[in-house]
């Protein structure tokens, strides 16, 4: 008997690199350039798709975005409700971000729970100026009043249903797909 989850491809490598390049010129649009920008992928989906942003900005505008790598396993409201141990990874922001405009990136906007972790862990590293969230996919369903300032796509989903990214650097394939429960 097979377990695998009946699933549906909703956009492809071309898709995500469509989305990308819009968010990349959306976001040196509303910045006006990058000057005093950084860019802050949340581990481990954000990171790829922050790579990707900053190499697409970069080429752009013929210069060179910070890049830093945010763990926000320790920063989560829900670690202590979990019996699993939390897996830690790195953390890795060897800039100021005082008085930046921060992009922070991720795969998926879901509940908003991780976004206000993020948020939280940034403010360790310094005061920005501002905080400006890009994401590939907004599902909704949010329990924060949080939203992102870049959407690749938005993708109304049921609560039933898991959304995933899966992108060359992790898995082999760009896709993202949608999988029913439970």
Same mark, same amino acid.
């Given at each position: ?16 690199? +469509? ?7 959306? %976001? ?23 790579? +990707? ?18 763990? /926000? ?19 890795? %922001? ?32 310094? +005061? ?8 590939? %996919? ?34 082999? /394939? ?9």
């Amino acid at each position: 008997m097979s377990d695998q989850k009946n699933k549906k491809t909703v956009m492809d490598k071309e898709g995500i690199e +469509r989305c990308l390049t819009r968010i990349a010129y959306e %976001i040196l649009e509303k910045n006006k350039g990058m000057e005093n920008l950084v860019l802050v992928g949340i581990r481990t989906g954000g990171v790829f798709l922050a790579q +990707r942003l900053q190499k697409k900005m970069s080429d752009i505008e013929q210069g060179k975005i910070p890049l830093g790598i945010l763990d /926000v396993t320790l920063y989560r409201d829900d670690i202590t409700a979990s019996k699993k141990k939390p897996c830690l990874g790195e953390t890795k %922001i060897n800039f100021s971000l005082d008085g930046k405009i921060v992009i922070l990136v991720d795969d998926v906007l879901f509940t908003g729970r991780t976004i206000r972790a993020a948020m939280d862990a940034l403010i360790d590293f310094g +005061r920005p100026k501002m905080i400006q969230l890009a994401v590939l %996919i907004d599902r909704g369903h949010r329990e924060l009043p949080i939203r992102a300032d870049f959407v690749g796509k938005n993708l109304p989903s049921s609560l039933w249903e898991a959304v995933r990214v899966d992108l060359v650097e992790k898995s082999g /394939v760009d896709e993202v797909v949608i999988e029913e429960g439970p």
